[in-house]
Structure formats: structure tokens, C-alpha cells
Nanobody
């Protein structure tokens, strides 16, 4: 069974930074895509960024230039460096792993941007 465990969320002031981590464990294909999604209260879950096992990245327009996704394949871990945070970035952030067989989700970590 695959488990994704996120960490690094919290409360930060506008303009601040946070780094999220997501460690994957269990059995899954080495060729996969890992990503981050977020869901704010009353809104649909939205894609933030993805990274393939080969290192290709994709970002939502709302976070381009502010967020950076990276991964360590040896540790089966994906990271999301979030800079210049805005109140509208407040949401629960979810880690996601897609391999040729299935899609897996983490439990989510809360990020709150407020003064």
C-alpha cells in the first residue's frame, strides 16, 4: 500500500516562505508524476505544480515565479518551496503521486497566510 505523508505547513505572514515535503512509501512504479494540489474553503481542489520522475515541471499560472517544485527520487520525496506567499495561497495542500496503475493522495497539510 502506498502512503504519502506531507509536512511543513503552518502559519506565515504575507510575503513569507514555507517549504512543504511529501514522502512516499510503499510499492509504486519508478516512472511517475508527483505533484501538489490545494483546496481552499468553498473552492475546488486545484493543481499547483507537478514534476515527473525525469524532472520535467509544470506550474499553475497563479504560482509561477513564486513556487518551486523539486524531488529526490532516492528518497521518494517531493518538495514545494513557496515564496512571496499571499493570503489567497491559504488552503490545505495535498501531495499526489500518479503512476501507470493508480493515483495516490496524501492527507493534506494546512497553509495559512495571514498577518
Amino acid at each position: 500500500q502506498v502512503q504519502l505523508v506531507e509536512s511543513g505547513g503552518g502559519l506565515v505572514q504575507p510575503g513569507g516562505s514555507l517549504r512543504l515535503s511529501c514522502a512516499a512509501s510503499g510499492t509504486f512504479f519508478n516512472i511517475n508524476v508527483m505533484g501538489w494540489y490545494r483546496q481552499a474553503p468553498g473552492k475546488q481542489r486545484e493543481l499547483i505544480a507537478t514534476i515527473t520522475s525525469g524532472g520535467s515541471t509544470n506550474y499553475a499560472d497563479s504560482v509561477k515565479g513564486r513556487f518551486t517544485i523539486s524531488r529526490d527520487n532516492a528518497k521518494n520525496t517531493v518538495y514545494l518551496q513557496m515564496n512571496s506567499l499571499k493570503p489567497e495561497d491559504t488552503a490545505v495542500y495535498y501531495c499526489n503521486l500518479k503512476d501507470p496503475r493508480q493515483t495516490y493522495w496524501g492527507q493534506g497539510t494546512q497553509v495559512t497566510v495571514s498577518s
